[in-house]
């Protein structure tokens, strides 16, 4: 059984702080993972993508992968209250069905203002 | 642009009887996909589509589940003699192409309680 786990939270942070999640999987061939911000009674909407080891930064979201470690987290740095919401770790399967997306519970951040 | 659609937003109906969920990809994707999300998990891949053809519906729970996509585009998810644990959010997704790079596109999902 493919798992992606996060720590479901709630983790809580003071507005400008640096808010990390993090996410580790047990699928060793897993090529690509994915972030992806959830509001309460919404659908999932793409935060970062990241298919290489190392950190990948877009604006004040970093996303890092370390594959020998199984490993993903996601930085969230000057986090606003806009910011509070699920997020949702999900990595591909191995294999012949990579199209397929294996997703944590995810992890409910609150930004406090 | 237009993103992934799907109809209704919200379906109350009673056990044993029959739905149908209806998704509307992103225009130009070949891709597209059903999950379903219980209250406070994540989505579960249910089913997949590469074009007209369901290329993986390892995910159905059972038979009482099926989905069609007959022109490649629109996707119904049909459920027969529903059942008070098929009560979900079910969402579709789509993307470009079939591959791990893709990124899936989610629509709003439609929220089905079985009463």
């Known amino acids: 059984q493919k798992e992606v786990e996060q720590n479901s939270g709630p983790l809580s942070v003071p507005e400008g702080a640096i808010a990390s999640l993090n996410c580790t999987y047990s699928?060793?061939?897993?090529?690509?993972f994915f972030w992806y911000r959830q509001y309460s009674g919404k659908s999932p909407e793409l935060i970062m993508s990241?298919?290489?080891?190392g950190d990948k930064e877009d604006g004040r979201f970093t996303a890092q992968l370390n594959k020998a470690s199984q490993y993903v987290s996601l930085l969230i740095r000057d986090s606003q209250p806009s910011d509070s919401a699920t997020y949702l770790c999900?990595?591909?399967?191995?294999?012949?069905?990579?199209?397929?997306?294996?997703f944590g519970k995810g992890t409910l951040l609150t930004v406090n203002p | 642009g237009a993103g992934v659609s799907q109809t209704p937003s919200n379906k109350v109906t009673e056990k044993g009887k029959y739905v149908e969920l209806r998704c509307d990809p992103i225009?130009?994707?070949?891709?597209l996909y059903w999950y379903r999300q219980s209250l406070g998990q994540g989505p579960e891949f249910l089913i997949y589509?590469?074009?007209?053809?369901?290329?993986?519906d390892s995910g159905l729970p059972n038979d009482r589940f099926f989905a069609v996509r007959p022109e490649g585009s629109v996707s119904t998810l049909k459920i027969q003699r529903t059942e008070r644990g098929d009560s979900a959010v079910y969402l579709c997704?789509?993307?470009?192409?079939?591959?791990?790079?893709?990124?899936?596109?989610f629509g709003p999902g439609t929220r089905l309680t079985v009463l």
């Open positions: 990241i298919y290489s080891n």
């Open positions: 999900a990595g591909t399967n191995s294999g012949g069905s990579n199209y397929k997306l294996t």
């Open positions: 225009s130009g994707h070949t891709a």
């Open positions: 699928d060793r061939g897993s090529q690509s």
């Open positions: 997704a789509s993307s470009l192409m079939r591959g791990g790079l893709d990124t899936q596109y």
């Open positions: 589509f590469q074009g007209t053809g369901a290329a993986d």
